[in-house]
């Protein structure tokens, strides 16, 4: 028995609710008829002297495709190390701006300062050396020169019977030796300048592992990471600062391939960045001729003019416009909102009827109306 009146007692309420809901929705003003083939609710609207009446239109509108993308820089530079070696300084912060050549990371050199001492400490020696030896060079030609004339004055003796055989020997031999000391000193001489030459290579290699020490901009542009601090290890290939050029943007995209069509080079397209309240026209630059297999969409590359507050990073929709379509318009006026309803108010045939509505976009400051009408009708706007 209690059960039973449990039940009932549970059926009464839900009645009362949907009794309360069909009255809030007008369903129990006069008036009432069948929903139409649109699938909305015709309901009779009481009259109001300050209505007036407006036509809803059926017109052809353009179709989009919008794609997800993002402001990037088009030159972004990561800067490493060439040396293993410890951070001694950092001048710069993320959002500072830099010229090229700016010193931006100072690393220890201490090492690479004594290695330069000593390579060129080794060149001035060799150098020394091929000094030596140059002048060895001059004094064997002297000495070269004073024993060919003594040779052949002793030739001229020998065949006058004036000198006899061994002092002939004699002064040959002094020759061949004074022939063989002036090779001597130019096999030094060129010693000399051979280890020169690799002493001054080692400077050159020094000077330049040196200079690795001090990390610079190699263009101007602007701080993005900082990625050390001063004694962190600067390893080669370990990014240290993230460089980019915020006045040369491109807004990138992926587009879907059936689309691949609408994204020819050098076409122009419109480009809406939210957070800066911008539409760009941009022209298409570049398109990366593979699909990702993943997402099988395209990525499209459009260059972006710069603006105030607008930077990398940012957000943006690309707009591609696939051709046109019919749609139903009216003004916005005419729409009326109750919770996640919504109504339009109709004139026909000396009646007002009110008619459920989905609405869309706005074009050209009229709504689009997906279902309830179809560009027929007129409207009462309150």
């Known amino acids: ?171 040959e031999s002094r020759y061949r030796q004074a022939e063989a000391g002036v090779r001597q000193a130019k096999d030094a001489v060129a010693a000399a300048e051979a280890g020169l030459e690799q002493a001054r290579q080692a400077v050159t290699e020094a000077e330049v592992a040196f200079g690795y020490g001090l990390i610079h901009a190699p263009q101007a542009g602007q701080v993005v990471e900082r990625l050390v601090d001063p004694g962190d290890l600067a390893a080669p290939g370990r990014p240290l600062i993230t460089l980019q050029q915020s006045e040369s943007l491109r807004f990138e995209a992926a587009v879907p391939e059936s689309l691949i069509a609408h994204t020819q080079p050098g076409a122009q397209l419109m480009v809406r960045i939210e957070a800066a309240g911008l539409d760009l026209e941009a022209p298409i630059e570049e398109l990366v001729p593979a699909a990702d297999p993943a997402s099988r969409s395209f990525l499209v590359k459009l260059a972006v003019p710069s603006r105030p507050g607008l930077y990398p990073g940012m957000f943006g929709r690309l707009r591609i416009e696939l051709g046109e379509r019919p749609a139903v318009l009216v003004p916005a006026a005419a729409i009326r909102r109750i919770g996640q309803l919504e109504l339009v108010t109709l004139e026909e045939n000396g009646r007002r009827l009110q008619l459920h509505v989905k609405t869309g976009a706005v074009h050209d400051g009229l709504i689009e109306v997906l279902s309830g009408l179809d560009g027929s009708e007129r409207l009462v706007v309150e």
Do not use: C, W
């Not at 002297?49 to 820089?73: D, F």
């Not at 050549?101 to 290695?115: F, K, S, T, V, Y």
């Not at 020169?145 to 003594?150: G, I, L, Y």
């Open 1 to 171: 028995m209690q059960r039973s009146t449990r039940i009932i007692l549970m059926a009464a309420g839900i009645g009362a609710l949907a009794l309360v809901m069909l009255a809030l929705t007008g369903v129990f003003r006069g008036g009432v008829i069948e929903p139409d083939g649109a699938g909305g609710e015709r309901a009779a609207a009481p009259a109001s002297a300050s209505a007036r009446l407006v036509n809803a239109e059926r017109r052809q509108i353009p179709e989009y495709h919008y794609a997800a993308g993002t402001v990037k820089a088009r030159e972004k530079a990561a800067l490493s190390a060439q040396l293993s070696a410890r951070v001694v300084r950092v001048l710069v912060q993320p959002g500072a701006r830099v010229a090229a050549g700016d010193l931006l990371i100072e690393l220890d050199r201490r090492d690479l300062a004594a290695r330069l001492e000593q390579v060129r400490a080794a060149a001035l020696r060799f150098d020394a050396d091929r000094q030596r030896a140059g002048a060895a060079v001059t004094g064997a030609r002297a000495g070269l020169t004073e024993a060919r004339a003594h040779y052949q004055r002793t030739q001229s003796y020998f065949k006058q019977e004036a000198a006899t055989r061994q002092q002939l020997e004699q002064a």
